[in-house]
């Protein structure tokens, strides 16, 4: 598996990675210590409660969304960022279409994998 990702990503000659339930993405930039995403999301698609080790910190790039981050609920617009800290149960849902750009810490090891996403719904339906 490549350890890093290429120094240049230039996204308009990129698919989108389809995950199901209205979610894609695309790779910006990674190495073993951190990841870059850009989350696309359809209005009404939802990022299903989940928690994980990584430490998260989201930009609002356009849209409306719903954060739910250990029991506090927050409604996210364009131009405004979300922290998330390790563990933390958190989920989303788009009321507006748009585009999120995750960043985690350490490099989220399952996106590269190849597998399902769970909480984005199978990915291979």
Partial sequence: MKRFSEKYII???MEWEELGGGVSRKFLGYDNQ????KVKFEKGALGSPHQHFHTQATYCV???FEFEID???QIVEAGDGVYIEPNLLH????LEQGMLIDTFSPVREDFLSGGGVSYFGDKNS
């Fill in 71 to 73: 029991g506090v609920k």
């Fill in 62 to 64: 356009s849209g409306k």
């Fill in 34 to 37: 951190i990841m870059m995403v």
């Fill in 91 to 94: 989920s989303a849902i788009c």
């Fill in 11 to 13: 996204t308009k000659d």
